[in-house]
């Protein structure tokens, strides 16, 4: 028996990265997937998003784990959309018991400014809750939430050298330290119904996300069209352990422990893998 045996998973932005890997390894330990993606370009983000191509891999990867897959292009922004691929995922494979909250964007640098606050806070904020809200209806004791914050949102950043420069990626951390609060509050409703939910906090992560140029150019501001070479090493900036980033399997596997039952009584967390990040950063306190 899987530690999700029999479960069925509900999965934003599955359609490559964090999403995909967090399906496959979901799938692996027993649970069918319900897999959503925007699998399209948004026009104020810098770096390509994932294609159709990229979620009927997914359900590719899933399928060779010998569980069910049901997919479907929803933009979170809409929560008509992914009401209705959720709706029909349930009809498709009979229920839903993990929700994990994983489609996002990261606006640095994006282009017109304003326009990239928006679109990064309506994909990583009101997406979060768009895809929580329309699973809440169907969630019973013994269902589990979980929301992709980031280290960002843990960061101070008060201490802004260039107001205004970069709306893009101030809304990145904005929306995830607004997204953290939002399941802390929600776990309380949620916690005398028996569903528990709790935000993972990644720090850098080796996805598309980070691997781009507009990613590079938030590293490495002193060079005018930074690669990859130049930005990778000041990635460790961010851990305190030697390292320049995380892969997404070391969250898929956080997750799995959250939403699986050897975690029945977590709630309300807001668990870092983060490499010492928070450490580095923070002085302790409760």
């Known amino acids: 028996m899987g530690r999700v045996q029999g479960k ?12 995909r890997s967090h399906a496959v390894r979901l799938a692996e330990e027993g649970a069918d997937i319900i897999a959503v993606d925007l699998c399209e370009n948004v026009d104020t983000i ?19 784990t010998g569980q069910r897959i049901y997919t479907a292009k929803a933009d979170v922004r809409d929560a008509s959309q992914l009401k209705k691929a959720l709706e029909d995922g349930i009809a498709a ?17 994006g282009n017109p400014p304003l326009q990239a606050w928006t679109d990064v806070i309506n994909t990583n904020l009101i997406g979060t809750i768009n ?56 776990a309380t409703e949620l916690a005398v119904r028996g569903i528990r939910a709790n935000v993972v906090h990644p720090t850098n992560c080796n996805t598309d996300m980070l691997q ?7 590293f490495r501001p002193d060079l005018e069209n930074p ?4 930005a990778e090493p000041v990635f460790g ?16 596997n956080a997750i799995l422990w959250l939403v699986s039952d050897e975690a029945r009584y977590v ?20």
């Open 131 to 186: 895809a929580i809200q329309v699973s809440l209806p169907h969630l019973r004791e013994g269902a589990a939430i979980v929301a992709t914050g980031s280290t960002a949102a843990l960061m101070d950043a008060h201490n802004k050298p260039n107001p205004g420069g970069d709306p893009g990626g101030m809304a990145y951390m904005t929306s995830k330290r607004l997204l953290s609060q939002y399941v802390h509050d929600l």
């Open 46 to 64: 810098g770096y390509p998003m994932a294609t159709p191509e990229d979620l009927d891999e997914t359900a590719a990867f899933v399928e060779k």
């Open 212 to 218: 781009s140029p507009p990613m590079y150019k938030s």
């Open 93 to 109: 494979l009979g229920g839903v018991d993990i929700v994990v909250a994983q489609a996002g964007i990261a606006g640095m640098k």
């Open 237 to 252: 900036v961010q851990q305190a352990m030697k390292v320049n980033f995380i892969e997404p399997e070391d969250i898929s």
């Open 8 to 19: 069925v998973a509900f999965i934003t932005g599955a359609a490559r990265g964090q999403g």
């Open 227 to 230: 690669t990859r070479a130049d």
């Open 267 to 286: 709630t309300g967390m807001q668990l870092r893998v983060d490499a010492g990040g928070y450490l580095k950063w923070y002085d302790y306190h409760i």
